[in-house]
T-cell receptor
Framework: GAGVSQSPRYKVAKRGQDVALRCDPI?????LFWYQQALGQGPEFLTY????????KSGLPSDRFFAERPEGSVSTLKIQRTQQEDSAVYLC????????????FGPGTRLLVL | SQQGEEDPQALSIQEGENATMNCSYK?????LQWYRQNSGRGLVHLIL?????REKHSGRLRVTLDTSKKSSSLLITASRAADTASYFC???????????FGAGTTVTVRA
């Protein structure tokens, strides 16, 4: 079956631009996670949804970062007024509800802010 | 901040040799997982070990967990060129489902 998909795969933005990154989780997966991975580092947690409810946004680095999942399936991570330090790979993962089990990751969106 | 630390940071081995990498973490965990990441790709789940387990096998992979030392090891036996990748350990806790990753071990398998 289809895995987690993300789009775009690559995004170049000028400093100050707004960007929107999309995640399509595995069908039927209730939990959805966003992670940020800087070059040479492991992923760091940003935010977590269960259905449409954003249950944890403790990892969002600033109020320029906003995530939504209005219908409990597709999610969008929006970054306003991008800064160079936002350059990273943004990974989305999903799994079944309320589960400490495997998270299935998408290929990521590589964001470069110039 | 990252919960785990992998050791070594990088490892270069000959095809057919075994590769061992270690992960240490700081706080109590529910599960520990190992993921692989090929260059420019997403993370692929390899194996999950629960806090009440001590050892687990999957194909050429062997994972151990020592909760008293807050550490885990991943052994890849009879390595292949296709095993060239970065390997990350990730932990969760009983309080939430998010994963905390280490910085990873980069493994290069030479043909």
């Amino acid at each position: 079956g289809a895995g987690v998909s993300q789009s775009p795969r690559y995004k170049v933005a000028k400093r100050g631009q707004d960007v929107a990154l999309r995640c399509d989780p595995i069908s039927g997966h209730v939990s959805l996670f966003w992670y940020q991975q800087a070059l040479g580092q492991g992923p760091e947690f940003l935010t977590y949804f269960q259905n449409e409810a954003q249950l944890d946004k403790s990892g969002l680095p600033s109020d320029r970062f906003f995530a939504e999942r209005p219908e409990g399936s597709v999610s969008t991570l929006k970054i306003q007024r991008t800064q160079q330090e936002d350059s990273a790979v943004y990974l989305c993962a999903s799994n079944e509800a309320g589960s400490w089990e495997t998270q299935y990751f998408g290929p990521g969106t590589r964001l470069l802010v110039l | 901040s990252q919960q785990g630390e992998e050791d070594p940071q990088a490892l270069s081995i000959q095809e057919g040799e075994n590769a061992t990498m270690n992960c240490s973490y700081k706080t109590s965990i529910n599960n520990l997982q190992w993921y692989r990441q090929n260059s420019g790709r997403g993370l692929v789940h390899l194996i999950l070990i629960r806090s009440n387990e001590r050892e687990k096998h999957s194909g050429r992979l062997r994972v151990t967990l020592d909760t008293s030392k807050k550490s885990s090891s991943l052994l890849i036996t009879a390595s292949r060129a296709a095993d060239t990748a970065s390997y990350f350990c990730a932990t969760d806790s009983s309080n939430d489902y998010k994963l905390s990753f280490g910085a990873g071990t980069t493994v290069t398998v030479r043909a």
